[in-house]
């Protein structure tokens, strides 16, 4: 297929996700806050910009609550806003209509109409819940539809992995930055890591309501209460979203995701990205979550967000970009 | 019940009307319809109207429509009107033929300039100065071979029926096209809205363009591609107004739709960047004007087009459809001449009439036409869809003014034609139906033979009065059906 289009598939398979991403944990946040006996409002807001690499973007703006979530949700200037994650899913789903179904079409055209149509200031005001469940509903239908729909082409592939690329990345930071904000909330005197590494210790009745958040933000809550029961261990939460297998939004999941779609995309030939992904699937897989308490598991989460961008740029390299002008290496038509 | 045509005037002999005669009985191929129509009331055709506007958003069947404010154009949805045209199956034996007969002739005449002798401009029938000032004449088109000399792949031969009922073509559209979707789209949304209508008519399908362009393009390719010829659409891309159009043909035909960057020309070969390398291309049916089309022939600063397409097509490696240069049919003062084309190409007599025009480097004509302006209507020869017109009956005198100014400064620049009292069709507006002018773009495919699709584009000046029906003027358009005479009658449902 059309270089150019199998980019801009890949982007619309990252934007959909970044917007169902910002949706639920933007839900989250504000949800939880209101039940929150904290005081502290605005720092959980400063750390949703983290996790959804946004600070910059936001800038030296005060993080205060009502105009973090306008900024997260309509606004234009903002690239990682959902209206405009939504739109540019749009414009990429637009410039490959000939590619993708119909049905897919016009899951993602009327998103982007029903958000366009709306008082999404008002929404927020008045009715957030409902707001948010549309958006997440609306993206969820666009899976649905693209995976009822699509043959397991080539397109299909590269927006399947632009996808789980995006949520590798987002679960990565998830974890990375509400592990850092709950052990500075433990304070010095019990913190959630021993000192020589080991193991943390349970959490505090204090901070379930927080590992709660972290793990609805992950949409895990329910299946993390079916496989730990009773416990609500930092340790435990950790090694799910990270090492789980079986959950959908877990990294180690969604790599296997994305190494699934890359090795039907390479063909079983030499591929730099498919080297790349394998290297920072299996510092994942098999681990024991206690010896990346050991490592340190802010370093080894950064290395991991590392490596997983860099499989990105051997995506766009290997598929999108491989022809510099003047090259040329034509193959036999079909 | 009211009656939906209770209020209706028909033209009477001021302009032809599609469904009723002067006398106001329903014309026979309409009485089916009509009689439905009659049984519905203002709720259901509000209704049907709801149903319609969904379908055409939630699909995004749209144009963008470019204003003077903001660089970012409006997406509009082009409004099909409930009521369909409908055309008795005598009638468009006649149009088709027709159609086939200018198509066949203009093909003749651009092949023949282009690539052989110039047998119409040597032998007088055409002026050659006026070919060579022509806006869209190319001499960079010189030795590009199309096989079949099938330069006119798509044409959309713009009809117009004046008040006896004749049809006349207006326009040739020998270069882009644009509105074959909106024929197919208003065809699907038509059986959907309302279906019992359609389905107690024996209306000629449409869904055959796809397959039937492909085909076409597929016979135009270089003899060196072989049995499996790799075609493509080029767009400019999505920004485009007829962006919708391109991204649905290169769908209808399964091929890739490409911009320009994504083919590149090495060694006169063309190729498009896949993921898996370069794959050669043999035909592109091109939707970018000439002008854009390769920036080391043409305008060096589109970044549209695609560097060395010209020299691969020139080489026979490519084969550009439609081909480079054909505007210089679409020129309105050359169009005057297209009667005397197909005498001296085909010996035959034309079988649509143009519409009269006068050619104002004439200075007999030009004086005729200069001394009752107010009745005529003046286009300049270059411009296309609606742009820049006078129509003198509706004018002020300013304008008038500003016209002979313009005319006697460049004769060459514009021509004259009667008004052509467009015939009217009842079109709902605000619950009642209304006499609308309407005209009728056929789409004619060559390849290796021509084909006329059944119908084509009705469209529809939705402002009451109006003669301009062109989208981007608030125009409308209506499915339009061509009766099969020879299908069994459907069964009541």
Known sequence: MLARLAENLFWAGRYVERAEDAARMVDVTYHTLLESSSAEVTAPWGQLLDVLHLRAVYGDRPVEPAAVIQFLVLDRDNPGSITTSILRARENARSVRELISSELWEAVNNLHLSLASRDLRRDLADQPYELFGMIRRACMGIYGVASETMPRDEGWRFMALGRVLERAEMTCRLIDVRYQQLEELAGPSRRLTGGDGARPRGADRADFHHWIAVLKSASAFEAYRRRYRSSMDPADVVEFLLLEPDLPRSVVFCLSGAMHQLQALSQGGPSRAVRALGRVTASLQYRDVAELFELGLHPFLDEVQERVADVSEAVADEFFRRHPSGLMHAIATT | ?493
């Open chain 2, 1 to 493: 019940m009211t009656d939906l045509f209770g209020s209706y005037e028909t033209g009477g002999d001021r302009f032809f009307d599609e469904v009723f005669d002067p006398e106001g009985r329903t014309r026979p191929h309409y009485r089916a319809l009509v009689a439905r129509l009659r049984e519905l009331n203002r709720d259901d055709l509000d209704r049907r109207e709801g149903i319609r506007d969904r379908i055409f958003r939630s699909q995004g069947i749209t144009f963008t429509v470019y204003g003077d404010r903001s660089d970012e154009g409006v997406e509009r949805t082009f409004p099909m009107d409930l009521l369909p045209r409908i055309i008795p199956a005598d009638e468009w034996g006649h149009i088709e033929r027709g159609v086939a007969q200018r198509v066949t002739a203009l093909n003749r005449f651009l092949e023949d300039l282009y690539m052989g002798e110039q047998a119409a401009v040597n032998d007088g029938v055409v002026p050659r100065w006026l070919v060579h000032t022509a806006d869209g004449f190319r001499r960079e088109a010189f030795g590009i071979p199309v096989p079949h000399g099938a330069r006119c792949l798509v044409s959309g031969v713009d009809l117009v029926r004046d008040v006896h009922g004749v049809y006349r073509a207006l326009e040739d559209n020998l270069r882009n096209p644009s509105g074959i979707s909106y024929v197919l789209e208003n065809r699907a949304a038509m059986t959907r809205v309302l279906p019992v209508v359609f389905g107690r008519q024996r209306v000629r399908p449409v869904d055959h363009y796809g397959p039937s362009l492909l085909r076409a393009l597929r016979e135009v390719a270089p003899p060196a591609a072989g049995e499996h010829p790799t075609a493509v659409v080029l767009t400019p891309g999505m920004y485009n107004a007829a962006y919708f159009e391109h991204a649905f043909l290169a769908r209808q035909m399964g091929i890739e739709l490409v911009e320009g960057r994504d083919l590149v020309v090495d060694e006169h070969v063309v190729y498009m960047r896949t993921t898996r390398g370069l794959e050669r291309v043999d035909v592109i049916y091109r939707r970018i004007d000439d002008d854009f089309l390769d920036p080391v022939v043409f305008r060096p600063d589109s970044a549209l087009g695609v560097p060395g397409l010209l020299s691969a097509a020139r080489a026979g490696n490519v084969t550009i459809a439609n081909a480079v240069g054909n505007g210089v049919a679409d020129d309105k003062a050359v169009y005057a001449f297209v009667p005397d084309l197909i005498r001296y190409y085909l010996g035959e007599d034309p079988i649509l009439p143009n519409v009269e025009t006068y050619l104002l480097w004439e200075a007999e004509q030009r004086a005729e036409v200069l001394s009752r302006l107010d009745q005529l209507v003046v286009k300049p020869v270059a411009a296309s869809g609606g742009y820049g017109m006078l129509i003198g009956p509706h004018a002020d005198d300013e304008e008038i003014e500003r016209f002979r100014t313009r005319i006697e400064a460049d004769p060459r620049g514009y021509i004259a034609q009667e008004v052509v009292s467009l015939s009217r069709h009842p079109t709902l507006v605000d619950h009642a139906f209304e006499g609308r002018h309407v005209d009728l773009r056929p789409f004619a495919i060559a390849g290796e033979t021509v084909e006329v699709i059944p119908g084509g584009l009705t469209r529809v000046a939705l402002r009451k009065g109006s003669l301009v029906v062109n989208s981007s003027q608030g125009g409308g358009s209506k499915d339009t059906w061509v009766l099969d005479e020879s299908a069994p009658e459907p069964e009541d449902r």
